[in-house]
């Protein structure tokens, strides 16, 4: 059964208390919970491949009918509130233009470990090692969807894939991707031999090339951070590889190197669909 949309018109109403101060929130970990903008992913949080539930929606009056249906589908519809794009931006603090949020509720951390398939499945797996910019994150994580990927894992310094802004340049893929972070006092190549995958670390001073790669069956991409890039110890222990470039240059910005390492893994563990 669709809810009926409840009509508010007060920004101070009690009801619309989370999505106040939404900066605030995505900066101290929002109790569990995380904000949703625009349709696209609205209609991924409520759809049935999503790995969360909305706690609550808030739309424009004139974005419910493109919604209704998406609603409806979900096993649990949330309450829905309309209120006026001027309202929105009173709450929020900001101007809202899309006219479509929505509370999202992070329920339990998955271990990283229930992430992958054992083996001998084939296994993919993406590991973010330092990765503080919320655009560089929430492109990784549109690659590792679009390319298949089993996991994303990321370690204590990287930022929460679920920061809204994160969540907008993913596409939405954030709530769908599985995703976990490194085990405290677990490094990536302890992961690695636990999981049982080849570590390849990806960084430009590598002697050899990704184009000459044979694919492993079971593989976990470390990628780190632009500018410093992975440490020593990872390098050292993990296999090294560097993406072709052309002569005079040679940086990629990180989540475009995922991209090509994702689509190069993918492709020979045929994970990809028809050319």
């Not at 009926?4 to 009690?14: C, I, K, S, V």
């Not at 992975?230 to 993990?238: C, G, V």
Request: glycine share 10%; aromatic share 6%.
């Amino acid at each position: 059964m669709t809810p009926a949309p409840e009509d508010l018109g007060d920004p101070d109403d009690p009801r619309l208390e989370p999505y106040t101060r939404m900066r605030e929130r995505d900066l101290v970990g929002r109790a569990r919970r995380f904000i949703v903008e625009g349709e696209v992913t609205l209609r991924l949080l409520l759809g049935r491949r999503s790995r969360f539930r909305a706690e609550s929606i808030l739309i424009a009056p004139e974005r419910w009918p493109s919604l209704v249906a998406d609603v409806a589908a979900c096993p649990e519809p949330p309450p829905v509130y309309c209120a006026s794009k001027a309202v929105m931006s009173a709450v929020t603090g900001f101007p809202i233009h899309r006219g479509v949020l929505a509370i999202g509720l992070r329920g339990a951390e998955p271990a990283a470990t229930a992430l992958v398939p054992p083996p001998p499945a084939p296994a993919l797996v993406v590991g973010l090692a330092g990765l503080t910019n919320h655009d560089n994150v929430g492109a990784a994580f549109r690659n590792a969807a679009a390319f298949g990927a089993d996991a994303v894992i990321l370690d204590g310094e990287s930022c929460d894939p679920l920061y809204r802004k994160s969540i907008r340049v993913s596409a939405g893929a954030a709530l769908i991707q599985p995703f976990g972070r490194l085990p405290a006092g677990q490094d990536w190549l302890r992961l690695a031999d636990a999981l049982d995958l080849q570590p390849l670390a990806f960084s430009p001073g590598a002697t050899e090339s990704l184009d000459a790669l044979t694919v492993p069956a079971r593989a976990l991409l470390i990628l780190g951070t632009e500018g410093p890039g992975l440490d020593a110890a990872t390098l050292a222990q993990a296999r090294p590889l560097r993406i072709p470039m052309a002569a005079g240059f040679d940086s990629l910005n990180v989540a475009t190197a995922a991209g090509i390492a994702l689509f190069t893994i993918a492709r020979g563990q045929g994970r990809l669909g028809p050319t």
